[in-house]
Structures are given as C-alpha cells and as structure tokens.
C-alpha cells in the first residue's frame, strides 16, 4: 500500500476528519489530519505531504483562506497541490470570502464530499506514480 | 414660545424693509423739492425742508447699522424686545420728520397730513396693537400742535405755494375738522391694520406648530424604521447563521452515512455509526436550544403574561435535580439563599430554564473536584444570583462574546465538545426581557463568576 502518497485533511471537524481519513486509508494513502490552520501549517512542515484537503470556514471565518496564503507564500509548501472543501457559496460567511484574490488552491469541492470524488481527486493528485493522470 | 421665534424674524426683516421704505422717502422728497424749486421759485422754505430732509437720511443711515448688529446678534426674547423698541423709535422720529416737513410746508393748509396714514399702518404691522395706537394719537397731537401753534401764532406759518391769498390755517372750524376726521382716520387705519396682522400672525403660528408637529412625528417614524431595519439585518444574520450551524453536522453525518454504506471494515463501520449517533444528538439539541432561543426572542417582542415567582424555590428545584450530575464529576456543589426573599415578576419555567443553563455549564466546564457555588441574595431593589465555579475559566478577550449566538470558546470546545453556543445567548435574552442584567467575571483557567440581578417586584 505504500504506493500511494501522504494526505493531509486540515478541518476543525474531528468526525468528518475521521470519516475522510477511513475512506482515505482503506484505498491505501497514507492519512493525518489536523484541527485547525497552525497544526496544519505545523504538520505540512512535518510530514511533507503530497496532497492537502483543506476546509476553508473552521473557528475562524475563512480560516481556510489564511492556511492557503501561508502555503503560497512558503516555497517549500507551495509545490503542495492544495483541494479546498467549501460550503461557503451560500453561508453566512459568503461576503467574507475574498472573490478578488486568487486563491492557492487546485480545485474546489463542495461538502458534502462524496467518497468516490474524493478518492478520485486524491488518486489524482497523490495516487502511485503509475496511476497519475498526465 | 417657539412660536415667537418667526414673529422675531419677520420683525427684523420687516425693519430692514422699513429702512429701504425710508430711503424712497428721503429721494421722493428730494425730488419734490427740487421740483418745486422749478414750479414755485423763491415761494417754498427750501432750507429747511432741506435740512430735515437730511436728518432722515443721517438718521436712517445710523439705522441701517443698527439694524445689521440687530440682525446678527443671538435671537431670543431679548433681541424680540431689542427689535420692538427699535422700531418704535425709528416710527416715532418718522413722525416728527413728516410733521416738521408738513409745518415748513403750509402746516394744516397741506394735504401731506394725510401721509400720517402711512405711519400708522406701518406701526400696526410691526408693533403690538397698544403701541400702534399709541402712534396713531401721537400723529394726531403734532397735527394739531402745529396747527394750533400756527394758529396762535407761537409758530410761524409757511404758505404753501399753491394756495395763494388763502387763509385755511386761521380758520378755526377747518382746523378742528380736518384734525378729527384725521385722528378718526388713524386710529381707524390703526384698529383694521393691526386686527389684519394679528390674524395673519396667528396663522403663521399655528402653520409652524402644524410644521413642527409634522416634523417631530417624521422623526419619530425614521427611529421606528430604522429600529426596524436594524432588527431585520439582525435575523437575517442570526439566520444566516443558523444555517451554517445546522449544515456543518449534516454534512458530516453525511459523509459519515455513505463511509458506512460503502462496505468499510466492521470497526470502522461502528465507530462511524458511533459518531453519527452523537451528532444526531449534537443535532437535536442544537435543534431545541435553537427553539429555546427563538422563543427568548419572540417574548422580548410581546409582553409575555408574567407572574409573581419565588426565585428561591425555583433555584432550589434545579439544585435538587442537577446535584446528581455534579457529583458523578465529582464536584462540590453548594447553595446559599438569603431568606425571606422577595419575588420577582417572571416566568417560574424560563427562571428553571436560566439557572438551569448556567449550573449545566459550570458542571461542564469544571475538572472534577472542583467547586460549584451558587447563591441568591436580596438588595433593596433586586435579587442578584451568582454561579461561581472553579473551572477552566474564559480568557479575557472572550468575556464580550460569551454571550453571542453559538460562540463557544477555544478552550470550553476543547473540553467539552459537545455544546451548541447557544445556552448564554438564551439566558441573556431571557433576563433582559425582564428588566435585568447579566454579567461575567472570569480568570482565564481559575474560575468563572455568572452574576444577574432582577428587579424584585414588591418596589
């Protein structure tokens, strides 16, 4: 199973972050998650993962925007392919999302996540060298 | 008294229209007497109708000055008096004018008396009604002085050059009917005039009452919408939120369900069931805290029927039934209640409700082994309840939030991870809607301190 690469889920929800990391486990990656943007930020440096799923709102608005930023401005970080997890379009929070910016972001998914997209996007992104589209 | 302000102004506008008036006078005159220089020469007393001609215009000019200082001062019931005299002084030496021109001009043989007319109107239009008759019987009596005296022969008399050979001025009959029928005259113009303006006065009063009232009550429909937006933008918010934290647990529940279904190993398909049960639960008590809270709310906007509670009875019924939980965390729990307390005008089951919320958070938020105090107390007009624990405490930036809709501090959801952030939200609004208050001390990993007072309902 050691083909496939090293995930990271960076969500302040500890039972979807369980619930992904199951998923994402059982199809032979490699899982960590954090519960806020530092620990995330702190556990990127750490484990150098080949892909990130980030929420964008945690305890903080947008917090999920600030990690992003962290990521793009770090050189080491920023080769790190980063999938936003949003339901933000319509939240409460909409006006705070900052439209005029460009995000460091890869692509966008909106929860509820279903699990054969979000294997697919992690196969995509960290699946074994030989199943790597492109 | 407002009322007076516009009858202030118009005075004084009315004295600057008086001074224009004057220098159309002062020219008119002029004009006549060079006119008559032409017509009449050598028969006119041109110096002296001259020279009084001068004094109007020097007087007018100290006038003009005057009535600027008068226009700029600070406007009140002083500068109201300020303007009255003023203008009866300036109405008053008009008269002496027109009469010293009307002596060196034929005295009663000229027909220019009648122009006193002008004066009296004027005088009615701006003064109170007592001065305006005042002026009219003072232009009466330098009509007859100078008629009299012309006709005694204190004074000289000036022959006017159109009446030539024509004795009027000593004749006794004349004199006495042209006097009457002029102070008759004036004191008519005197009474019509002033009864006009007093009208027109009146009127313009009651249109600026009409005007204020208008204005004061636009104002206070602007408080009423504004209030109303304000309440609007806040449940759209609060809605807004709402939606956010009921969305947030489904969507992972979700997830959850379809992990489940996806024919994940036993243990994992168990420990995901596991954490859908909790937040189904999580769910529903948001769902009631959520209900709880709109009713807070709802009783804020109409006067819900309050009775008389017996606070102490009420907090001991919670005590009793909360003291379980306190010691199956090992935590001590104690009660103090004054006695012989008052009651307070409320709800006995939102009362249940209040100190229900703020004991169940001081056993959440409280390590086992800690301290529990709760006490009620009486002061000359409120009762004041505290729950005081020995918990995890709420850090100083915290303290202005805790009461906010679904805030729940760092450290409390660190602890205690279940918890809708609503519970204080309910507590306050239920306090407020009674007239009271509640407020939070707190040290940041000693302790909390939740105290809230309710005006007793025997003051």
Same mark, same amino acid.
């Given at each position: 199973m050691a083909t496939k690469g090293k995930v990271l889920i960076i969500d302040d929800d500890p039972d979807l972050c369980a619930a992904l990391q199951a998923a994402l486990q059982a199809d032979g990656f490699a899982v960590r998650s954090a519960s806020n943007g530092s620990l995330g930020l702190e556990m990127m440096h750490e484990?150098? %993962?080949? &892909?990130v799923f980030l929420?964008? #709102? =945690? *305890?903080? @608005?947008?917090e999920g925007v600030w990690v992003s930023e962290q990521i793009a401005e770090d050189p080491e970080l920023r080769k790190v392919p980063v999938v936003m997890l949003t339901s #933000? $379009?319509?939240?409460?929070?909409a006006g705070h999302f900052p439209t005029d910016r460009t995000l460091h972001a890869h692509l966008f998914l909106d929860k509820p996540v279903p699990i054969a997209k979000l294997l697919e996007v992690a196969n995509q992104f960290a699946g074994p060298p030989s199943s790597t589209p492109g | 008294m407002e009322s007076r302000i516009p009858f202030e102004t118009e005075l004084i506008e009315r004295i600057a229209w008086l001074i224009s008036l004057r220098w159309l006078a002062v020219l008119g005159t002029g004009a006549v007497l060079l006119l008559a220089r032409l017509l009449y020469?050598?028969? &006119?007393?041109?110096l002296p109708l001259a020279i009084v001609t001068v004094i109007i215009a020097l007087y007018n000019t100290q006038f003009l000055f005057y009535a600027r200082a008068l226009e700029q001062s600070h406007a009140g019931t002083a500068r109201l008096q300020q303007a009255t005299r003023f203008a009866s002084i300036q109405i008053v030496l008009d008269l002496l004018a027109l009469a010293a021109l009307i002596h060196f001009s034929g005295?009663?043989?000229? @027909? $220019?008396? $009648? +122009?006193?007319v002008f004066h009296t109107i004027i005088a009615s239009i701006l003064l109170p009604r007592g001065i305006s008759f005042l002026m009219a019987t003072l232009a009466a009596l330098l009509f007859a002085t100078i008629a009299g005296l012309e006709y005694a022969g204190i004074l000289p008399h000036y022959h006017p %050059? +159109? &009446?030539?050979?024509?004795? &009027?001025? *000593?004749a006794a009959p004349f004199l006495l009917m042209e006097g009457t029928v002029l102070a008759l005259t004036l004191w008519l113009v005197a009474y019509m005039t002033s009864s006009i303006s007093i009208k027109l006065r009146e009127r313009d009063r009651e249109l600026v009452q009409s005007h204020e009232a208008v204005l004061a009550k636009s104002r206070a429909l602007e408080g009423v919408i504004e209030r109303l937006r304000r309440i609007d933008a806040e449940r759209t918010r609060f809605l807004m939120l709402v939606t956010h934290e009921l969305r947030a647990p489904i969507n992972t529940i979700h997830t959850c369900a379809e992990l489940a279904l996806a024919g994940a190993s036993p243990e994992t398909v168990r420990d995901i069931l596991a954490r859908i049960k909790k937040r189904t639960a999580e769910l529903s008590e948001l769902i009631s805290d959520l209900l709880r809270l709109a009713r807070a709310r709802e009783e804020a906007s109409h006067d819900e029927a309050l009775g008389l509670v017996d606070a102490a009875a009420v907090l001991q019924s919670v005590v009793e039934l909360m003291r379980a939980e306190a010691h199956s965390k090992d935590l001590f729990l104690s009660m103090d209640i004054d006695s012989g307390l008052a009651p307070v005008r409320a709800n006995a089951d939102r009362l249940k409700l209040v100190w229900t919320n703020l004991l169940s958070n001081a056993i959440k938020y409280t390590e086992p082994g800690g301290i529990i105090a709760v006490t009620l107390r009486q002061t000359p007009e409120h009762l004041v309840g505290i729950v005081r624990d020995t918990g995890i405490g709420i850090a100083p930036e915290d303290h202005p939030r805790v +009461?906010?809709?679904f805030f729940r501090a760092e450290n409390a959801r660190t602890l205690s @991870? =279940?918890?809708?952030?609503?519970g204080l939200a309910i507590v306050q609004r239920i306090i407020d809607n009674w007239g009271g208050k509640i407020w939070v001390e707190s040290e940041f990993g000693l302790g909390s301190k939740f105290s809230f007072v309710l005006p007793r309902a025997d003051v």
């Open positions: 484990d150098k %993962p080949d &892909l929420d964008i #709102i =945690m *305890r903080m @608005p947008v #933000i $379009v319509d939240s409460a929070y | 020469p050598g028969k &006119l007393a041109l005295g009663a043989e000229n @027909p $220019v008396a $009648v +122009f006193f %050059p +159109f &009446l030539e050979n024509v004795e &009027l001025y *000593r +009461f906010e809709e @991870p =279940m918890g809708t952030g609503v």
